[in-house]
């Protein structure tokens, strides 16, 4: 069986990619493609974690189910196993080729031994393996990782692009390619071009000879922010700490929902200034290979006329706080609804006698009133967390 191993590069439509591939994960195995389920149901995290040294409690870990060095010693031990078996199982059901993916094999992987391990894991699995990067050029990957960054509990200040450097292995796409040619071997690579070429699901379809009217049509995920959306969710850091404040993820919802008319732009001059930094190892990586130019890895440069507009990142003006404040309220608001309407399709699933649907909306529930402040000790909490105590206790005795 051959392996089709995409590791990115980030901002490359990864997340799309992979749930396109977990979304028409039986209708491929249909076309003798695995889109495999046993390093992860979308992204496949544990390729990436399987080769790391220690337990580290990353939020990584955590969704993968690691939660202490006891978790992080079993995962070690059983997922060789556990990948063997689904190629085993695929291979027995006539699959020719399998997919894994994972973009945080680019960022997460600056060392030539750790990719070693992964290939030391591989090779004894598969006839022959295909390692797909998108390369992407780099003043877009940086642009575009403000509105992903923008999604956490971090700030985005207008000298966020200033991270973009040759100096930094995320960015620096001569260093990715040398790494990973001098494990896998250099004819193992393929590169494409983000900007110029077929995305990954185009690329897979055309290079798998896939009948694409039999799959379902992919969606496009992490799209760009809005620099004035950017801004808000600056302005609540600003005047909260916001670290554990579990009422924000609504709030990222209600900013993407806006719509995105200003995306960020640090104008011509300093779009111009970052991306120059990389002519020399650009060129070089050209110059290596046969399925990149420069040319590639230049941006359209229409995209950052003007002076741009990352000076609107600073959240200084006078109603930032109370912005920040009519905001997580509205999140908490949000919060309360979603749990509310989570309880109530569970409870009458189980009124009609259906506990075993019913189950896993009490799961969701559960997750939902962890993004409630306070939510249990908080005096108007209370009927939600008398719901829930009782929609636990009659779904124990169904």
Same mark, same amino acid.
Request: hydrophobic fraction near 40%.
């Given at each position: 069986?051959?392996?089709?191993?995409?590791?990115?590069?980030?901002?490359? %439509?990864?997340?799309?990619?992979?749930?396109?591939?977990?979304?028409?994960?039986?209708?491929?195995?249909?076309?003798?493609?695995?889109?495999?389920?046993?390093?992860?149901?979308?992204?496949?995290?544990?390729?990436?974690?399987?080769?790391?040294?220690?337990?580290? !409690?990353?939020?990584?870990?955590?969704?993968?189910?690691?939660?202490?060095?006891?978790?992080?010693?079993?995962?070690?031990?059983?997922?060789?196993?556990?990948?063997?078996?689904?190629?085993?199982?695929?291979?027995?059901?006539?699959?020719?080729?399998?997919?894994?993916?994972?973009?945080?094999?680019?960022?997460?992987?600056?060392?030539?031994?750790?990719?070693?391990?992964?290939?030391?894991?591989?090779?004894?699995?598969?006839?022959?393996?295909?390692?797909?990067?998108?390369?992407?050029?780099?003043?877009?990957?940086? +642009?575009?990782?403000?509105?992903?960054?923008?999604?956490?509990?971090?700030?985005?200040?207008?000298?966020?692009?200033?991270?973009?450097?040759?100096?930094?292995?995320?960015?620096?796409?001569?260093?990715?390619?040398?790494?990973?040619?001098?494990?896998?071997?250099?004819?193992?690579?393929?590169?494409?071009?983000?900007?110029? !070429?077929?995305?990954?699901?185009?690329?897979?379809?055309?290079?798998?000879?896939?009948?694409?009217?039999?799959?379902?049509?992919?969606?496009?995920?992490?799209?760009?922010?809005?620099?004035?959306?950017?801004?808000?969710?600056?302005? +609540?850091?600003?005047?909260?700490?916001?670290?554990?404040?579990?009422?924000?993820?609504?709030?990222?919802?209600?900013?993407?929902?806006?719509?995105?008319?200003?995306?960020?732009?640090?104008?011509?001059?300093?779009?111009?200034?970052?991306?120059?930094?990389?002519?020399?190892?650009?060129?070089?990586?050209?110059?290596?290979?046969?399925?990149?130019?420069?040319?590639?890895?230049?941006?359209?440069?229409?995209?950052?006329?003007?002076? %741009?507009?990352?000076?609107?990142?600073?959240?200084?003006?006078?109603?930032? !706080?109370?912005?920040?404040?009519?905001?997580?309220?509205?999140?908490?608001?949000?919060?309360?609804?979603?749990?509310?309407?989570?309880?109530?399709?569970?409870?009458?699933?189980?009124?009609?006698?259906?506990?075993?649907?019913?189950?896993?909306?009490?799961?969701?529930?559960?997750?939902?009133?962890?993004?409630?402040?306070?939510?249990?000790?908080?005096?108007?909490?209370?009927?939600?967390?008398?719901?829930?105590?009782?929609?636990?206790?009659?779904?124990?005795?169904?």
């Amino acid at each position: 069986m051959d392996l089709f191993l995409h590791i990115g590069t980030e901002k490359t %439509g990864s997340t799309s990619f992979q749930v396109w591939g977990a979304q028409n994960r039986d209708a491929l195995r249909r076309q003798g493609i695995c889109y495999a389920r046993a390093p992860g149901e979308t992204a496949h995290l544990d390729t990436y974690l399987w080769t790391l040294d220690n337990f580290s !409690g990353s939020r990584d870990q955590t969704r993968r189910g690691i939660a202490n060095v006891e978790d992080w010693a079993a995962f070690r031990r059983t997922f060789p196993d556990r990948l063997s078996a689904e190629i085993s199982a695929a291979e027995a059901d006539g699959c020719t080729a399998c997919i894994l993916s994972c973009e945080l094999l680019h960022s997460r992987l600056p060392q030539e031994d750790l990719i070693g391990r992964l290939h030391h894991l591989l090779v004894p699995l598969f006839d022959r393996i295909t390692v797909l990067c998108w390369l992407r050029p780099q003043i877009d990957v940086v +642009v575009s990782h403000m509105s992903t960054v923008s999604r956490t509990h971090a700030a985005v200040r207008p000298e966020f692009v200033n991270r973009a450097t040759p100096a930094s292995a995320y960015y620096n796409y001569e260093d990715l390619v040398d790494r990973w040619s001098t494990v896998f071997g250099p004819d193992a690579l393929c590169l494409i071009p983000y900007r110029t !070429g077929p995305d990954p699901i185009a690329y897979i379809c055309d290079r798998l000879q896939l009948d694409p009217t039999a799959l379902r049509p992919a969606r496009r995920m992490n799209t760009p922010r809005d620099i004035r959306s950017i801004r808000i969710a600056n302005s +609540v850091r600003y005047a909260f700490s916001v670290e554990g404040h579990a009422a924000v993820d609504y709030l990222h919802d209600i900013l993407d929902a806006l719509p995105c008319t200003d995306p960020p732009n640090p104008g011509h001059a300093l779009a111009r200034e970052v991306q120059n930094a990389f002519a020399d190892s650009n060129a070089r990586l050209a110059g290596k290979r046969d399925d990149i130019m420069a040319q590639d890895l230049e941006p359209d440069w229409s995209r950052y006329a003007g002076e %741009g507009n990352l000076h609107l990142l600073n959240p200084d003006d006078d109603m930032a !706080g109370h912005l920040a404040a009519l905001l997580l309220q509205a999140s908490r608001r949000e919060a309360a609804l979603d749990l509310r309407l989570k309880l109530l399709r569970a409870e009458t699933l189980l009124e009609k006698g259906q506990p075993e649907t019913a189950r896993p909306l009490l799961a969701k529930a559960e997750r939902a009133a962890t993004r409630i402040p306070d939510f249990d000790s908080a005096e108007q909490t209370k009927p939600l967390r008398r719901r829930l105590r009782q929609l636990a206790r009659r779904l124990n005795g169904a």
